[in-house]
């Protein structure tokens, strides 16, 4: 168990609907991340906060968008879902922003577009 | 440049050592790491190693660095049934906060 959870661990909805994920990170940990899995493209990093600001942003696309909350958990919000959208869609978090602080995973949501 | 590469499978048999390579292209990559991904599951971080280091050990595992080849090598000792999964290489570039994974190997273990 990496102590970090994600919710809900499958999602499935219809194409133009709007999901959102959530994270919570381990305890202490102030920085997570976002990455999207998918057999074409495979991991793929989203975006990053740290305490609550938004670190660094990879190829996320206009119709997701993420925040990190007082409380330091996630949500990752997916709009006019398309059925290229299916996809896991891990959460990782770690206790800084950079340098040896490894990542460490949640057992990801399971997005299926319909 | 952002580019990890691994080869995609590997079959080994049970008892045998596993050797999973990866070729990653940023001499400035400061970090690199593996990870272990089951069926349905999460990543797992299984080891990492810093780029001034050439070897690190953790019991079954051995990592291996050849920074002049820019090559990683995860070697698993006894492999296991359990050991079965895919495995993932990434790095970790200087002042940059994201990890860029490789496509990952699969490795089935035989009996």
């Known amino acids: 168990d990496s102590g970090v959870t994600q919710t809900p661990k499958h999602l499935i909805t219809a194409t133009g609907q709007r999901v959102t994920l959530r994270c919570s990170p381990r305890?202490?940990?102030?920085?997570v991340y976002w990455y999207q899995q998918s057999l074409d493209q495979g991991l793929q990093f989203l975006i990053q906060y740290y305490n609550g600001e938004e670190r660094a942003k990879g190829n996320i696309l206009e119709r997701f968008s993420a925040q990190q909350f007082p409380d330091l958990h996630s949500e990752l919000n997916l709009s006019s879902l398309e059925l290229g959208d299916s996809a896991l869609y891990f959460c990782a978090s770690s206790p800084r922003s950079g340098g040896d602080s490894p990542l460490h995973f949640g057992n990801g949501t399971r997005l299926t577009v319909t | 440049g952002e580019d990890v590469e691994q080869s995609l499978f590997l079959s080994v048999r049970e008892g045998d050592s596993s050797v999973i390579n990866c070729t990653y292209t940023d001499s400035s990559s400061t970090y690199l790491y593996w990870y272990k991904q089951e069926p349905g599951a999460g990543l797992q971080l299984l080891t990492y190693?810093?780029?001034?280091?050439d070897m690190k050990q953790d019991q079954r595992l051995t990592v291996l660095l050849n920074k002049k080849d820019k090559h990683l090598s995860l070697r698993i000792a006894d492999t296991q049934t359990g050991d079965s999964a895919i495995y993932f290489c990434?790095?970790?570039?200087?002042?940059?906060?994201?990890?860029?994974f490789g496509a990952g190997t699969t490795v089935t273990v035989r009996a």
């Open positions: 305890s202490g940990d102030l920085s």
């Open positions: 990434a790095e970790r570039y200087r002042d940059d906060y994201k990890l860029s």
């Open positions: 190693i810093f780029s001034n280091m």
